[in-house]
Antibody, heavy 122, light 107 residues
Framework: QVQLQQSGPGLVNPSQTLSLTCAISGDSVSSNSAAWSWIRQSPSRGLEWLGRTYYRSKWYNDYAVSVKSRITINPDTSKNQFSLQLNSVTPEDTAVYYC????????????WGQGTLVTVSS | DIQMTQSPSSLSASVGDRVTITCRASQSIRSYLHWYQQKPGTAPKLLMS???SLQSGVPSRFSGSGSGTDFTLTISSLQPEDFATYYCQQTYSTPDTFGQGTKLEIK
């Protein structure tokens, strides 16, 4: 059974970098049949896909246009996890952030991490 | 980006009622449509994939249909544990996009 465990701070200062990690158990970040994604949820934006990383003989990333200039998603094969970095945050980046696995055969998202409420405030 | 529009945004119903939630895509997404259930303070949970395939463990009172641009999620007889928010999602093209949600409340 695949499980995802998120970690990272719940409070970030404006203009700083939001950093979250998603640890994977029961699967591999290097799996050829998965894409590892970050999604956020806020009352104003609803559920918003931010991006993903995946391995198909080499590493690829896809990012949402809305955050493309500020986001980095990196795999860490040594720890079997992946991370989210979002630079230059503003209060509009306040949201619950989720990691999730996209099954590349069925294209659904399952499982999801437990979610991390990140508040951008000084 | 493909826009996903759910209706209604909220719905009040009673235990035992039959309810239908609609999801419309701004262009054809074939059957790359999934439904999630979310309860307060928890992550979305996959209910149904590929428009009509029930996930393991999900009660058979849930059903889905549709292809192309119009999709429905039906709960045949509401149970107390079904009161939650439901989201549709398309994964036909990047970016994967979600509907705005339908909040199902107890009447």
């Amino acid at each position: 059974q695949v499980q995802l465990q998120q970690s990272g701070p719940g409070l970030v200062n404006p203009s700083q970098t939001l950093s979250l990690t998603c640890a994977i158990s029961g699967d591999s970040v290097s799996s050829n049949s998965a894409a590892w994604s970050w999604i956020r949820q806020s009352p104003s934006r609803g559920l918003e896909w931010l991006g993903r990383t995946y391995y198909r003989s080499k590493w690829y990333n896809d990012y949402a246009v809305s955050v493309k200039s500020r986001i980095t998603i990196n795999p860490d094969t040594s720890k079997n996890q992946f991370s989210l970095q979002l630079n230059s945050v503003t209060p509009e980046d306040t949201a619950v952030y989720y990691c999730a696995r996209r099954n590349e055969q069925t294209l659904w998202f399952d499982p999801w991490g437990q979610g991390t409420l990140v508040t951008v405030s000084s | 980006d493909i826009q996903m529009t759910q209706s209604p945004s909220s719905l009040s119903a009673s235990v035992g009622d039959r309810v239908t939630i609609t999801c419309r895509a701004s262009q054809s997404i074939r059957s790359y449509l999934h439904w999630y259930q979310q309860k307060p303070g928890t992550a979305p949970k996959l209910l149904m994939s590929a428009s009509s395939s029930l996930q393991s463990g999900v009660p058979s009172r849930f059903s889905g249909s549709g292809s192309g641009t119009d999709f429905t999620l039906t709960i045949s007889s509401l149970q107390p544990e079904d009161f939650a928010t439901y989201y549709c999602q398309q994964t036909y093209s990047t970016p994967d996009t979600f509907g705005q949600g339908t909040k199902l409340e107890i009447k």
